[in-house]
Every structure is written in structure tokens, then in C-alpha cells.
């Protein structure tokens, strides 16, 4: 079982910033792909970015060049940081382990 706690969201103005962090304990592994997912009222949660333990990121097109995803390994947590934010980025953000685990989420609003 593997464990998962977000911390960093709220709300902020359009073009401003916010750093996610999740941290994860338990029956963690080695070679782990951890990501962020997010999921907006009325639509269904859709995959921000992932990473794997060797560093390895993939985006979706709608956050490329601004977000950043990082991982420190030593302390098994993942990092999100957002910048230029818009208001269409207003969602509960989950963090998950291997496609399998999920953090209870945090609101990020982003308002206009």
C-alpha cells in the first residue's frame, strides 16, 4: 500500500504561480513512474504529467512550457510547479504512484 499526501494548492490570479508537492511512504519501489492528474467540475480527471524515477517527463499539450514536473527520490515526493496559470487550469490536482495509488487531491483556482 502505498501512501500519498498533496500539499501546495489555492487560489490564485491569472498569470501567477503555485508549487504542488506530494509525498509518498509506504510500499514504495524502485524504478516508479509517479504523476500529477487533474480533474475539472464536470469533466473527467485527464493526465497533467509524469515522470519516472530516472527523470523522464511527458506533458499534456495544454501545460507544455508551463509546468514543470520534478521528483526527488530520496524523499519519494513529486513537485508540480505551475506558472502563467489561466482560469482553465482550475481543477482538483491529484497526485498518483504507478498509475495505480491516489492522493486525496488539492483545489488549484485560478481566478480571471
Known amino acids: 500500500q502505498v501512501r500519498l499526501v498533496e500539499s501546495g494548492g489555492g487560489l490564485v490570479q491569472a498569470g501567477g504561480s503555485l508549487r504542488l508537492s506530494c509525498a509518498a511512504s509506504?510500499?514504495?519501489?524502485?524504478?516508479?513512474?509517479m504523476a500529477w492528474y487533474r480533474q475539472a467540475p464536470g469533466n473527467q480527471r485527464e493526465l497533467v504529467a509524469h515522470?519516472?524515477?530516472?527523470?523522464?517527463?511527458n506533458y499534456a499539450e495544454s501545460v507544455k512550457g508551463r509546468f514543470t514536473i520534478s521528483r526527488d527520490n530520496a524523499k519519494n515526493t513529486v513537485y508540480l510547479q505551475m506558472n502563467s496559470l489561466k482560469p482553465e487550469d482550475t481543477a482538483v490536482y491529484y497526485c498518483n504512484y504507478q498509475f495505480r495509488f491516489w492522493g486525496q487531491g488539492t483545489q488549484v483556482t485560478v481566478s480571471s
Open positions: 515522470i519516472t524515477s530516472g527523470g523522464n517527463t
Open positions: 509506504g510500499s514504495i519501489r524502485s524504478g516508479n513512474t
